[in-house]
Every structure is written in C-alpha cells, then in structure tokens.
C-alpha cells in the first residue's frame, strides 16, 4: 500500500516535494519533527486534486477492498502516506504519536488522520477515535469517515456505527458510498430510520429512498405499518423504494402489499435520484 501510494503521490508532485516528502518520512527525529512535517505538508505538496488511473485504482482495491482516495487533494494522500512510514513497533509509543495528532488537529488534518484508519496498525485502538469523530460536525470530517472507508464496518460496535448511518442519512451524505452498508444492516438500525422517515414526514419533507434499502430485511408488522404512511406521500421515488423494499423482505404481508409489480427497479436506480 505504501508503494502504491507513492506511486501516486510521484504522479501528482515534484521532485522537490518528492525529496522533501522522503526526508521526514524516513528520517523521524523524534515526534516533533514528525508533527511538524505533517502540519507543513500542504505547504510543500499544495492542494490540487489527484490524478491516477483505473489500475492503480483497482490495485488499491485489491489490497484494501472498500478503501478509495477518489476525489483526494495531494496533501491528504500525502498525509497519510507519511502516516504509514511510523514506527509501529512500539504499540503505545506509536498510539500516543497519532493521538496528539488528532487532539491538536485542524479540519484538513482530520480529514487526513481519519481516511488513514483503514490502514493504521492495531486497528482495535481507533474505535473510540473514530467514534468521536462521527458527532462531529464538519462535513468533510464526517465524509472522511463515513464515504470510501471500511474502518467503521470493521471495527465499530453495533451502537456507534448505527449512529454513523442514521447521522449519514441525517447530514444528506451519499450513503451508498458507506462502506459495508448492507453487511452491518440490522433490527435496530431499521427501527430507527423508520422512526426517523416518520420524523421527516411529520415535517412536511422527503426521505431519501434509499433508507429504505436498509430496512428491507427488518421489515414486520411495526415497520409494516410505517411505510403504508409512507405510501400516502406522492414522493415517487420513496414510494418506489418502498416497494422495493417491501418485494426484498420476508414479511408475507409487505410482499403482498406488492404482488403481481413486475417493476425491474434496484437500489442503484435510486443513487442519481439521491444525488
């Protein structure tokens, strides 16, 4: 990974950004010198948005499947590149390291810290940082977070990472982006949207169709009768997704609801609706 990631950085930069870059990853005079490095990588590095390839793309992939620097300016993956050149020899040395980091950290450098949990060592010792960052409300903090990272689905417990999801939908981010989204899906994460949908339409305004994509499998007769609410609305789309949703679960009552649709929507159908 860190190859391949320097790979990309060489592509994106200079040579002088390259030696500098070089210098303080692999000459780490103690963690001063690394936080000050990491703090000044935009200054060396600039700001512009990455270029790579479909290869190098699907090469990342490969190696860590659900991880993505789509859409990344240079000082982020360059962040996370010198990230990766720590020492992790020492579990607590290299804990303490990243932790002052984040404790110090301005938005950008966030961004940076937290798109690097995915390929930090002990990945066991970040849930709680990756917890705290899920109330934050930086929205690009939250898209570090959320979009294009396996590190919540992996590691995260069921309450944290339901509240990952419900504030996703809340703070209008492209879910489908979540990584391990169908997989982590359960009862009480269904309940909640559901309550939450019912909260929205109270307010007179939409819900985005694909909440229902995660209800799915959960529905019975609570939900059930949520969505006939929902099927009052004249919003097409979330009466579409409904119905998708009530074809997919295995409550004998929402397939019925249904029967003889031979509609030939998916979830996908939804993410240019969403957008």
């Not at 990631?5 to 870059?21: A, D, F, G, H, P």
């Not at 992790?88 to 804990?95: P, Q």
């Not at 099927?231 to 119905?243: F, Q, R, S, V, Y």
Request: with cysteine; glycine share 4%.
């Amino acid at each position: 990974m860190k190859g391949l990631i320097w790979e990309v950085i060489v592509k994106n930069t200079t040579s002088e950004t390259q030696e500098w870059l070089q210098k303080m990853g692999f000459t780490q005079n103690g963690a001063a010198s690394f936080n000050t490095a990491f703090i000044l990588a935009p200054r060396k590095t600039g700001k512009a948005i990455i270029h790579f390839s479909e290869a190098e793309k699907e090469k990342l992939s490969g190696i860590r499947p659900g991880f993505s620097i789509d859409g990344w300016a240079i000082d982020r993956l360059c962040r996370v590149w010198l990230l990766l050149q720590l020492d992790a020899t020492d579990k607590d040395k290299y804990f303490r390291t990243i932790e002052n980091l984040f404790l110090s950290a301005e938005m950008n450098e966030l961004v940076a810290l937290y798109s690097a949990l995915p390929l930090l060592a002990y990945p066991e010792i970040w849930t709680k940082r990756c917890a705290e960052g899920i109330r934050s409300n930086i929205a690009v903090v939250l898209e570090a977070i959320m979009l294009d990272n396996p590190y919540p689905a992996e590691n995260l417990e069921q309450a944290a990472w339901n509240q990952m999801v419900l504030k996703a939908f809340f703070t209008e981010k492209q879910v489908q982006l979540i990584t391990g989204l169908d997989n982590r899906a359960n009862k009480e994460l269904a309940y909640t949207l559901a309550d939450y949908a019912k909260e929205r339409w109270a307010a007179g305004r939409k819900v985005n169709p694909m909440l229902w994509r995660l209800v799915s499998k959960f529905i019975d007769e609570r939900i059930f009768n949520d969505i006939l609410i929902g099927l009052t609305h004249d919003d097409a789309a979330e009466k579409n997704a409904i119905a998708l949703a009530a074809k997919e679960s295995s409550y004998q009552p929402a397939k019925d609801l249904f029967k003889g649709d031979t509609g030939v929507l998916n979830w996908d159908s939804f993410i240019t609706i969403n957008n």
